[in-house]
């Protein structure tokens, strides 16, 4: 069974930092490119952060960038997002993604997400 799970979401202050973690099982992770992706309530879902399978390329939303950084650790099959300096407008469900192949033959895998609020 795959399986992706979001954890290390909540409250937070702004200018505050946070770290999100996705595990997942059922799939050869070390295989997979991952991603973040955040859904607020009435937006379209937007692509914040991506890593390549072995970790050696990431790309970023303009919106995060220089402020989140996300990683993997392919022996603990395990993504993470960190977030520093967050504002108000990063409050939003969290979803980790994992990705394999192109076009008609690709595979791809959600979480259930976790949510991020950011306020005072």
């Known amino acids: 069974q795959v399986q992706l799970v979001e954890s290390g979401g909540g409250l937070v202050q702004p200018g505050g930092s946070l770290r999100l973690s996705c595990a997942v099982s059922?799939?050869?992770?070390?295989?997979?490119?991952m991603s973040w992706s955040r859904q607020a309530p009435g937006k379209e879902r937007e692509l914040v952060a991506g890593?390549?399978?072995?970790?050696?390329?990431?790309n970023y939303a303009d919106s995060v960038k220089g402020r989140y950084t996300i990683t993997r650790d392919n022996a603990k099959n395990t993504v993470y997002l960190q977030m520093k300096s967050l504002k108000p407008e990063d409050t939003a469900l969290y979803y980790c993604n994992a990705s394999l192949g192109v076009s008609a033959q690709k595979l791809e895998y959600w979480g259930q997400g976790t949510q991020v609020t950011v306020s005072s």
């Open positions: 059922g799939f050869t992770f070390s295989l997979y490119a």
């Open positions: 890593i390549s399978s072995n970790g050696g390329s990431t």
